[in-house]
């Protein structure tokens, strides 16, 4: 039995690598749908689907989580909602190129929680470091990656 192409769900907020996920979703024919908060200018192309949530901070996010099923990919940086996609049977990978899966997003949620706890305790001012060159090329290449074992388990 065949299964059908996979989808590329984005986390497009604050989602540094939008041009860089679609052009891998172009390479492939895979369908491309950004998930964001509030309109915003992204690429134009047929792949490509916008959806405008409004219901709240984590409304994108419930979108996303609702949506996305075995074999997709989410493209989010944004561990719970890695952790609910992992839970669907999706591929996730980080705008840094960091993949997410079943083996580090426990380790992962606890990462988070220990940095918030840090910073309400004033103990860390909680920086995020800037996105850079070699960010945007790890994202390429894990998106790749994620695309071709996506393919591979069809």
């Known amino acids: 039995m065949s299964h059908p192409l996979p989808t590329l769900y984005i986390d497009a907020d604050a989602c540094p690598v939008k041009e860089e996920a679609l052009r891998v979703a172009e390479r ?31 409304a994108a996010d419930d979108w996303i989580a609702t949506h ?33 899966n079943e083996t580090n997003i426990g380790t992962a949620l606890a990462m988070r929680d220990l940095s918030r706890h840090l910073r309400e305790t004033g103990e860390s001012k909680g920086y995020n470091a800037a996105f850079t060159r070699a960010d945007r090329s790890r994202f390429l290449q894990a998106l790749e990656a994620a695309v071709q074992a996506a393919l591979r388990n069809r």
């Open 28 to 58: 492939h024919g895979l369908a491309i749908h950004f998930v964001s908060n509030a309109h915003m200018r992204l690429p134009e192309s047929p792949l490509v689907s916008r959806v405008v949530v409004t219901d709240g901070p984590d």
């Open 68 to 100: 996305i099923g075995e074999g997709d990919i989410a493209v989010t940086a944004d561990i719970p909602l890695a952790a609910r996609c992992l839970k669907n049977g999706a591929r996730v990978v980080s705008p840094t190129g960091k993949p997410f």
